[in-house]
């Protein structure tokens, strides 16, 4: 089965600070994606990565930066944290970034910035 | 600007009753994903439709794709508890000529089933 595993399930952080959120997958996939979970908003997509080192932005990039220099890790960045960044944050990664390809993803991290 | 409008976003029904959710667009897509997503947990996909008109069955759920690819439904019959939780349409479409697969969700609806 595939995994993909985030470093902690809850956080509480201050204005301000830089947060990092990890994201692992052990199935070796191409593509990582970091999405943001908001009620009524559904999940919007802050940033992918098809490759090592690669990324582009997805639809609601501002205010994050990312990090892949491994394969199996993707990490979020949260430069300097605000409150309307409180939210729950899902990792996902895929075989292939076509349409159809199946997404896993993490059991989320939720975010509260205080 | 929402691509995708999932309605009703809140469900809540008696075990037995049968139940739709509906998923709507004006764009195309590539193809169309349902998930589910438990409290507490990452949505896992329920399954994937990418012809036009084309019908998936799941036990109890039936899943459609509209012929133009820009809708979709999820029917569920005799709905059970084990039925509730977050239920999620994602869209992928295709950029130009390079097919980036890239996900649209939906608002999600949160469905309750009471025994």
């Known amino acids: 089965d595939v995994k993909v595993t985030q470093s902690s399930r809850y956080l509480v952080k201050r204005t301000g600070e830089k947060v990092f959120l990890e994201c692992v997958q052990d199935?070796?996939?191409?593509?990582m994606f970091w999405y943001r979970q908001d009620p009524g908003l559904g999940l919007r997509l802050i940033y992918f990565?098809?490759?090592?080192?690669?990324?582009e932005k997805g639809d609601i990039p501002e205010g994050y930066s990312v990090s892949r220099e491994k394969k199996e890790r993707f990490s979020l960045i949260l430069e300097s944290a605000s409150t309307n960044q409180t939210s729950m944050y899902l990792c996902?990664?895929?075989?292939?970034?076509?349409?159809?390809?199946?997404?896993?993803f993490g059991q989320g991290t939720r975010l509260t910035v205080v | 600007t929402q691509l995708l409008e999932q309605s009703p976003q809140f469900l809540s029904i008696q075990e037995g009753e049968n139940l739709t959710v509906y998923c709507n667009s004006s764009s195309v897509f590539s193809s169309l994903q349902w998930y589910r997503q438990e409290p507490g947990e990452g949505p896992v996909l329920l399954v994937t439709?990418?012809?036009?008109?084309e019908v998936k069955k799941l036990k109890r759920l039936t899943f459609q794709f509209g012929d133009a690819r820009k809708d979709s439904s999820l029917h569920i019959t005799a709905a059970q508890p084990g039925d509730t939780g977050l239920y999620l349409c994602a869209g992928a479409r295709s950029a130009g000529g390079t097919s980036y697969g890239k996900l649209t969700f939906g608002q999600g609806t949160i469905l309750t089933v009471h025994p």
């Open positions: 439709v990418v012809t036009g008109g």
């Open positions: 199935m070796d996939h191409e593509n």
């Open positions: 990565s098809y490759d090592v080192k690669m990324k």
């Open positions: 996902a990664s895929s075989l292939e970034y076509l349409p159809g390809t199946e997404a896993f």
